[in-house]
């Protein structure tokens, strides 16, 4: 399966042994940013643009764009974390992975995440199961 969506950052920091965690993780949280804008003061029309793309071994295998709003359907998850892109704890709201996995009928046993700036990282499907 393939998510392609914000833009993710700099993963020098964290070491190669809790990477899967670390970039579950980290995709929760991208995918947190994406729909954060939803519930700020942008438009309505803001939230009717694709900013997710799901693809690969998924129900139907046709790939499936998802909106801000569409997003939200699925379920609103919140965390308040420290990451290296922010200056102080923030707070991520948005679908847990494994919802959305679900919600997309994923099969499969890896995530390919594919970042704006064309940064590509696996991660093993069981770590979006398996972290909250």
Not at 111 to 122: C, D, H, K, P
């Given at each position: 399966?393939?998510?392609?969506?914000?833009?993710?950052?700099?993963?020098?920091?964290?070491?190669?042994?809790?990477?899967?965690?670390?970039?579950?993780?980290?995709?929760?949280?991208?995918?947190?940013?994406?729909?954060?804008?939803?519930?700020?003061?942008?438009?309505?029309?803001?939230?009717?643009?694709?900013?997710?793309?799901?693809s690969g071994a998924?129900?139907?295998?046709?790939?499936?764009?998802?909106?801000?709003?569409?997003?939200?359907?699925?379920?609103?998850?919140?965390?308040?974390?420290?990451?290296?892109?922010?200056?102080?704890?923030?707070?991520?709201?948005?679908?847990?992975?494994?919802?959305?996995?679900?919600?997309?009928?994923?099969?499969?046993?890896?995530?390919?995440?594919?970042?704006?700036?064309?940064?590509?990282?696996?991660?093993?499907?069981?770590?979006?199961?398996?972290?909250?």
């Amino acid at each position: 399966m393939r998510l392609e969506w914000c833009g993710m950052g700099n993963f020098d920091r964290f070491t190669r042994s809790n990477l899967a965690r670390r970039a579950a993780v980290i995709l929760a949280i991208c995918l947190a940013f994406v729909v954060a804008g939803a519930f700020g003061t942008r438009s309505a029309a803001a939230s009717d643009k694709p900013v997710l793309v799901v693809s690969g071994a998924i129900a139907g295998d046709v790939p499936r764009t998802f909106t801000r709003a569409a997003l939200k359907r699925i379920g609103m998850t919140g965390v308040s974390t420290d990451t290296p892109w922010t200056r102080r704890t923030t707070f991520f709201e948005g679908p847990l992975l494994r919802q959305l996995l679900d919600h997309v009928g994923a099969r499969g046993d890896r995530i390919e995440a594919v970042a704006l700036n064309n940064y590509r990282v696996e991660v093993p499907i069981e770590d979006a199961r398996d972290y909250d």
